[in-house]
Structure formats: structure tokens, C-alpha cells
T-cell receptor, first 111, second 114 residues
Framework: DVKVTQSSRYLVKRTGEKVFLECVQD?????MFWYRQDPGLGLRLIYF???????EKGDIPEGYSVSREKKERFSLILESASTNQTSMYLC??????????FGSGTRLTVV | AQSVTQLGSHVSVSEGALVLLRCNYS??????LFWYVQYPNQGLQLLLK??????LVKGINGFEAEFKKSETSFHLTKPSAHMSDAAEYFC????????????FGTGTRLLVSP
């Protein structure tokens, strides 16, 4: 069964910490995405990548960065976590054609 | 700019009743459209997708949706609700050319009562 795996389901971090959220897909997809999900706002795109070492800003990139050194792995980095980054983070991958597969999400709480 | 509007943040139905979740898209060219479902504490699962073939699309778990260009709508229906259908549903669009970035609606939470 094809999978997108997010390394942590729940994380609690302190304000100012550097936080890494990891996502791995086993489908050889070119495209990978990071979204955050907040009540009443739906899913908002943070960053996406269409190839190794390539990245593009989404709709809300401020306070985040990403890394894609290998095709299967796409990391989201919070350089200095803040309380307004408390959210559910969802990773997705796609080969194109709308066939997106989502991970189970990481619920991050910044205290 | 693309946008997706889901009417009603919450919809309540009784078990066995018709489910109707409304979605309107905004696009100058025919988009690709999707419905995703999210169960509590889980990721998103694809229910069905429209990619410019048949306008009536059948998905998993008895759901279907009809693409109506004249109304710019893609409403999700199920003839008879089941308790296990309680979840949050997202209508999503993307363009059918170029890089395909998803645009999400804000979601509709379906509540099913016995």
C-alpha cells in the first residue's frame, strides 16, 4: 500500500525552538507539499517542491523553510517556533494528475 | 484567482437520510475537482475526483458528485447516511494544466445522529 509517513503524530515544543517535521513517501512522486490546517481556515499551503532541491513558496511561507535533499523526503522547518504556529501540519505527495496522497498529520503545540 | 466555497461549516443529518454537501468553484477554465474526507485525528482520504470525463462521478463509500459547469458546482451526495460517515469533508480544485496546486475549501463537518 502506498504511503506518506509523517514521523510524529504529536509534538510539543517551546517558543523559540527550531522544529523539524519530517515527511517520507514511498511512491517515487515528484511533487511534495506541506499544509497547515486550522479550524475554519481549511488547509493552507506553506511550501511545495516539484523536484529534488527545488522548492516554491505557497500561500503562507513566513516563519517556515523546507528541505528536499532526496526525492522521497520533504522536511518542514520552523526556524524559531512561535505560539501562532500551533496547528495540524499535513504532508502530501503527488505524481501529477491530481493523485494526491496525504500523511496522517502532525499536531504541533508550541508553548 | 481560484477559490472554492463550501456552504455550511456544519451539516447535521439523521442516519438513513440523504447527505448533501455543497461546493462551488471559481475558475475561468474547467478545473479538476475533488472531494476529500478527514476522519478524526487522521489525514485526508480521496473520496472521488472529476477530471473532465463523465460529469457524474462515483466515489468510495457510496458517495457521488455531479459537475455542473453552468452552476460552477460540484456537490457531494449520498442517498443514505451512516454513522461512520461522520467526518470533515473538503472540496478541492486544481487546474488541469501546468503545476497542479490544490485549492481547498474551508471544510464541512458532517454530523450523523441515530
Amino acid at each position: 500500500d502506498v504511503k506518506v509517513t509523517q514521523s510524529s503524530r504529536y509534538l510539543v515544543k517551546r517558543t523559540g525552538e527550531k522544529v523539524f517535521l519530517e515527511c517520507v513517501q514511498d511512491m517515487d512522486h515528484e511533487n511534495m507539499f506541506w499544509y497547515r490546517q486550522d479550524p475554519g481556515l481549511g488547509l493552507r499551503l506553506i511550501y511545495f517542491s516539484y523536484d529534488v532541491k527545488m522548492k516554491e513558496k505557497g500561500d503562507i511561507p513566513e516563519g517556515y523553510s523546507v528541505s528536499r535533499e532526496k526525492k522521497e523526503r520533504f522536511s518542514l522547518i520552523l526556524e524559531s517556533a512561535s505560539t501562532n504556529q500551533t496547528s495540524m501540519y499535513l504532508c502530501a505527495s503527488s505524481p501529477g494528475g491530481g493523485g494526491y496522497t496525504f500523511g496522517s498529520g502532525t499536531r504541533l503545540t508550541v508553548v | 484567482a481560484q477559490s472554492v466555497t463550501q456552504l455550511g461549516s456544519h451539516v447535521s443529518v439523521s442516519e438513513g437520510a440523504l447527505v448533501l454537501l455543497r461546493c462551488n468553484y471559481s475558475s475561468s477554465v474547467p478545473p479538476y475537482l475533488f472531494w476529500y474526507v478527514q476522519y478524526p485525528n487522521q489525514g485526508l482520504q480521496l473520496l472521488l475526483k472529476y477530471t473532465s470525463a463523465a460529469t457524474l462521478v462515483k466515489g468510495i463509500n457510496g458517495f457521488e458528485a455531479e459537475f455542473k459547469k453552468s452552476e460552477t458546482s460540484f456537490h457531494l451526495t449520498k442517498p443514505s447516511a451512516h454513522m461512520s460517515d461522520a467526518a470533515e469533508y473538503f472540496c478541492v480544485q486544481t487546474m488541469n494544466t501546468g503545476f497542479q496546486k490544490l485549492v481547498f475549501g474551508t471544510g464541512t463537518r458532517l454530523l450523523v445522529s441515530p
